[in-house]
């Protein structure tokens, strides 16, 4: 019987093709834009663009993993028990930080223009597809699997670093579309990397804690939720963010500078797995 061969380099190769699929797809989210479709076709589209990673890892499954299952892979990560302290923890950082950012809003806007959403129904149907769109599709892709196929290599926090920033490169496209042009498009993609790189080594730091894919999920739910809500010059939120969220990931590495940043304990459990 032949073996299957095992992709050399799959990490790099997860990232061209999750970035092969997403520009496609991405123009495809314009075109229905330009073309005056429906809302919720526009809504479609542009939550299959964000699940680009997740289709370049299936695709890519069985030759990085040969002889394994998807699906099994999947509850894998999901398998390990959420633990009450982490999740509070996550809570209160990401909450802190939103609050922060409120009372620099409350300076320069008055207090019933503060938000973007009116209503309660606006707001659930905000928050749902902004976790369809965004947490669900790409989290399995750049944590579940990258994040922790570096760590069989590198530390946490470099494998953080480094899959932070591919992360935030592959909303290039993106950035074009803000239309922010010359110093504003600079400080947006200057503000938009920090925050990337910054909230990727804070979910790396509670994923080592509690190994659940659940808890990169939620703070990405949180860190999109909490920028869509507010009511403020995008520029200036994207740099409360930064500050913030750089902020909050330099003193958790100073916090648990061997517990979380040692990649002996969290490699084993990703070569397991």
Not at 48 to 76: E, R
Not at 223 to 230: A, E, L, P, Y
Request: aromatic content about 18%.
């Amino acid at each position: 019987m032949n073996r299957k061969k095992k992709l050399k380099r799959p990490v790099a190769s997860f990232i061209v093709l999750t970035n092969v699929i997403f520009w496609p797809l991405f123009c495809l989210v314009g075109a229905v834009k330009m073309l005056g479709f429906p809302t919720w076709v526009f809504d479609v589209v542009r939550c299959l663009s964000a699940w680009s990673s997740t289709f370049a890892f299936a695709i890519l499954f069985p030759k990085i993993y040969p002889g394994q299952h998807f699906f099994h892979f999947v509850q894998q990560k999901f398998k390990n028990p959420l633990r009450f302290s982490v999740i509070l923890s996550v809570l209160l950082v990401q909450a802190t930080i939103f609050i922060i950012i409120l009372l620099f809003v409350m300076n320069n806007e008055k207090v019933d223009a503060i938000f973007t959403f009116s209503s309660w129904g606006m707001l659930s149907y905000f928050f749902f597809k902004n976790l369809l769109s965004g947490p669900l599709g790409e989290e399995l892709g750049w944590r579940g699997f990258a994040l922790l196929e570096l760590q069989k290599k590198y530390a946490p926090l470099q494998s953080a670093i480094i899959i932070g920033f591919w992360w935030g490169i592959w909303h290039l496209p993106i950035w074009f579309t803000t239309g922010f042009t010359g110093l504003d498009l600079m400080k947006y993609i200057i503000f938009f990397m920090l925050s990337i790189i910054s909230t990727t080594i804070i979910m790396t730091a509670f994923y080592t804690i509690n190994q659940n894919l659940m808890i990169p999920i939620m703070i990405h739910q949180l860190f999109n939720f909490f920028i869509g809500i507010i009511n403020e010059n995008f520029i200036d939120l994207m740099m409360y963010n930064a500050i913030l969220y750089s902020t909050a990931a330099i003193l958790l590495i100073l916090m648990n500078p061997k517990n979380v940043w040692s990649n002996k304990k969290y490699t084993t459990y990703s070569m397991k797995n």
